[in-house]
DNA sequence: CAAAAATACGATTATTTTTATCCGAATTTA
DNA sequence: TAAATTCGGATAAAAATAATCGTATTTTTG
């Protein structure tokens, strides 16, 4: 619990990597083998991520992806809300009011929404970049 | 994805339950009926969290828990690690240096690792005494 | 133009984690 | 001794996560 998808954590390393060889296009199977990953699932990951306006990508042979924007000015947030749909830490974060049976008497609601600010404060204010050692 | 778990949820409402009682020894089965929670699960919980020491436990009829200490000496961090193992956000987070194929070449350990620490302020800085409406 | 190297996309499967339940034993009170 | 309760182990069900498969489409190159 509280904790990053292998999603979130393959996109952090594939990012990092295609902007050290931001020179190229880097294709999926490249960027799969040099940092260990599982191809099909990097595969389909960089294909949302190019959805969502992170990635650009070139068909064919000589194909592969580049950066949309420098990772130091993509957030962890970002990233997040890219690749999963949701980030609430209670179900009726997000909205949904009638999300559980006691709804109306539930003391908790407001106090977590205010915990997952804090958390979501600290996705905001952390970029792909920043997650490097040696900066 | 970072959320809480249900173990995390029940545990907070039922120890806000606990100390609005505490007057009396509190059944599982009266809190989980007044909460509308699944009794047999929030049963274990409870014992769970009297083994842990947040609870005060007695056995028989008229049985039931009481506190063990104030809910607002009890730190969700506290609360979370008494009811799971692990809250780390990466796998590798928790001291295990072989967990990932690449760990000598992973730059994003050391970082992921100072964002963890953030998240876990937050927790740490957060009793389930704060986790309450209108205080 | 044909073959090869890629991404694109939908469907499906496998694995793990989370949530929930069942059952029998031990304890305490009345 | 019966009832109400916690205790503890095992198991099951459901959901989420992770991974794979197969096929289509696009583009380059020989």
Redo the contacts with the bound molecule.
């Keep these: 619990?509280i904790?990053l998808?292998?999603?979130?954590?393959?996109a952090i390393l594939a990012l990092q990597y295609i902007a050290e060889n931001s020179s190229k296009?880097?294709?999926?199977?490249?960027i799969a083998e040099n940092l260990t990953?599982?191809?099909?699932?990097l595969?389909?990951l960089?294909?949302t991520l190019?959805?969502k306006g992170l990635l650009v990508?070139?068909?064919?042979?000589?194909?592969?992806?580049k950066l949309a924007k420098q990772i130091s000015e993509i957030t962890v947030e970002e990233l997040m809300n890219a690749l999963?749909e949701r980030s609430n830490i209670v179900d009726c974060a997000d909205g949904d009011s009638n999300c559980c049976s006691r709804t109306e008497i539930c003391d908790i609601r407001s106090p977590i929404m205010n915990l997952q600010e804090q958390i979501n404060n600290i996705f905001k204010n952390t970029t792909i970049a920043n997650l490097k050692n040696n900066l």
Tied chains: 1, 2.
């Design positions: 619990m904790k998808s292998k999603k979130v954590e393959y296009t880097n294709t999926a199977k490249e990953l599982p191809y099909e699932f595969s389909k960089l294909q190019m959805k990508s070139q068909l064919g042979v000589k194909g592969g992806y999963d």
